[in-house]
């Protein structure tokens, strides 16, 4: 365990996708790489990324919010969505910035998600 990290934070290793060449369709597919810790979906499929600009492959520019503000570990969540973004070929720095509204609910879920944890 690297030092600093608990048990909830750690995360399995996921498969990279394989790139398209369409930027934003690629920082999507590694955003889908980043798992919520407490829920067994990716952050992206849960909703909780409410904006993607890939207008400036310079700096990507992603909003984001969690399940529940006081998350314990969101400091890290926007670390590690900020870093999936980062793996895109040719992309140079992204920033991810923590919103609260609209609050998130369940039904900002995809479909697949909502299947995944029998909501379906």
Same mark, same amino acid.
């Given at each position: 365990?690297?030092?600093?990290? *608990?048990?909830?934070?750690?995360?399995?290793?996921?498969?990279?996708? !394989?790139? +398209?060449? !369409?930027?934003? +369709? !690629?920082? *999507?597919? #590694?955003?889908? *790489?980043?798992? %919520?810790?407490? =829920?067994?979906?990716?952050?992206? %499929?849960?909703?909780?990324?409410?904006? @993607?600009?890939?207008? $400036?492959? !310079?700096?990507? %520019? =992603?909003?984001? *919010?969690? +399940?529940?503000?006081?998350?314990?570990?969101?400091?890290?969540? &926007?670390?590690?969505?900020?870093? #999936? #973004? @980062?793996?895109?070929?040719? +992309?140079? $720095?992204?920033?991810?910035? &923590?919103?609260? $509204?609209?609050?998130? %609910?369940?039904?900002?879920?995809? $479909?697949?998600?909502? @299947?995944? @944890?029998?909501?379906?």
């Amino acid at each position: 365990m690297i030092e600093g990290e *608990t048990p909830v934070m750690r995360q399995s290793p996921v498969e990279l996708p !394989d790139w +398209t060449g !369409d930027l934003e +369709t !690629d920082v *999507t597919a #590694a955003i889908r *790489t980043v798992f %919520d810790p407490e =829920i067994p979906v990716n952050v992206y %499929d849960l909703g909780l990324i409410y904006r @993607l600009d890939v207008s $400036d492959r !310079d700096l990507i %520019d =992603i909003d984001m *919010t969690l +399940t529940a503000p006081g998350c314990p570990v969101a400091g890290e969540m &926007l670390n590690r969505v900020r870093k #999936a #973004a @980062l793996l895109v070929p040719g +992309t140079r $720095d992204a920033k991810v910035n &923590l919103v609260f $509204d609209p609050p998130w %609910d369940p039904r900002k879920m995809s $479909d697949e998600a909502k @299947l995944e @944890l029998g909501m379906l």
